[in-house]
């Protein structure tokens, strides 16, 4: 039997439950098990009892990297259930905020975490010390992003503007203009970055899948839609727990998503929101689309980076449009009275479709919540690819196995505890 | 004047790894008279290298755990940055969330001028999330803060 464990040797970030089991006999997977630490179950039973003002600034401490998709999903569903109309301009500044962490969140993923597997470097370390051009250019591009979040949001790190009912306060117009000759810059750069990506060798691993995103005929889906798959399928947001089902899991505190009919498993995230919604895509990301060699439909989850660099520039492309025609929503905010029943929405994460329900009393206590993120629904299908996948590879050392495990992992760029580091693999060999 | 961040990693809501925000938070008065210290509570590691790049002088305040070496929970760790950043074995991490301190400190060197890093660490107990901070930690706080105060002024001074 050989055991093999990643760790770090000196200090490490604490680490959370991040680990892969895969147990061989001769060529033959008996046991795959990949399991995976989730917060946002701790911060259900947090929610309930607090008042539905306060759930904007509880949801978004579930995840450091895209807190706006929390808030987003939250005060959509609420507004909705109150019948609050929101003023002018904010459904634009919510799209805009929420482009924000797109930027921030893609590039980063592009640049720190898939670009070194892909080149053969170690780490984004390795990257930028051969590469301290390209590197930078990207960190830059992420910074805009980071800025667009923090200008709106009204804060570094969780926005704190964002409310049920609008924002407590709205940027004025001239900060927003601020960010147009950058937001410009960093367009000019994605065909290179879109050519870049084309360039770098990538595994084939072409296999069938049911993508899931929501879609929307106006507009590239991010805050409204509906839900689609590329088997066909389509459901509105109320009707989310009874066409997909989430099942517990003995090896994983995170649930497993299905669909509820056939109890297969789907599959969500920036490729799949290409897929779809294909022909909503702006100018300037339908040449990135073509240049990364990303062909409709793609059904290959090494694509997913150039996926992310398609909807990196459709946000860049998306912000500027809404800076230029933008107006200040005054007042920023509007009347809120709650009302009991139960609130229902969906909005697209970084990583994929991010459904939210409440269930709220009169007074607009938080009865019961339940927050459905992307990572535990592309969970079931991140276990079948590694299924997949494995055994085509099992001839390599446990080193470069891990490494080809971790990439399949990556290429959904879980959202596991912020806590989680490397993937630990324990290999079983008969 | 030399700008000097100190930065409180980590997540609020997780038992132990709460305890360099918290020591920041503490702090945060009495930093912010030293001139030229700025403080940010809760920063995650893919936004730190530009944090890096705009200050002289950096103090990182996080929780560790330690595999291998059988330090108590509570141990208070104090590391200096080296031409390559801290010295931990960083790989590529398993998603955006494992991009965190030492790789953040290691990018900001590889992309230079990088600033002085100063890491504090604080080997915990339990990281449950909804946890307050374990006994062990809790113990050792009062030292962690002044250890942060210690090592801003002493960063802030001018050479």
Redesign the interface.
Known sequence: MTHRT???????????E?ALHIAVEGDTITDLRLEIYE?PR?FE??LAGRHFSEVPDIVP?IC??CPVAYQMSAVHGLERLFGVAPPEGTRELRRLLYFGEWI??HI??VF??AA??FLG??????L??VQ?DL??MA?QI??VG?DLMAAIGGR???PISPRVGGFSKAPRRKDLEAFLPRLAWALEQMPGIADFVASLPAPAFPRPVEMVSMVNEDEYPINEGAMASTDGRSWAFDEYETVTNELHVEHSNALHSVMADTQTPYFLGPLARVNLNAERLTPVARECADRAGLRIPEVDPFFSMAARVVEATLAIEGSIRIIEGYVAPDPPMAQVTPRAGRAMWATEAPRGTLYHRYDVAEDGTILEAKIVPPTSQNLRHMEEDLRLFVPDVLDRSDEELTRLC?MV??NY???????????RLDIERR | MRRVVVVGCGNPDAGDDAVGILAVREARARLEAIPGVRVIEGAIGPDLSDVLAESDAAVLVDAIRTSGVGRDPGTLVRVEAGPDGLPVETGVPLSSHGFGVAEAVGLAAALGPSPQVVFLGVEVADVTVGRLLSSAVRERFPQLVRSVLDEASRLAAPA
């Open positions: 990643v760790e770090v040797p000196v200090i490490a970030r604490v680490e959370g991040g917060p701790f039973a947090f401490r450091g990297i921030e969140s980063l993923h720190l975490l070194p597997d470097y170690p780490n984004a370390i390795e930028a010390k301290p590197v930078k960190l992420k910074r980071n570094e790190i969780h971790e992992v990556r760029d879980p959202c596991i505890s912020c806590a989680t580091h490397f993937l």
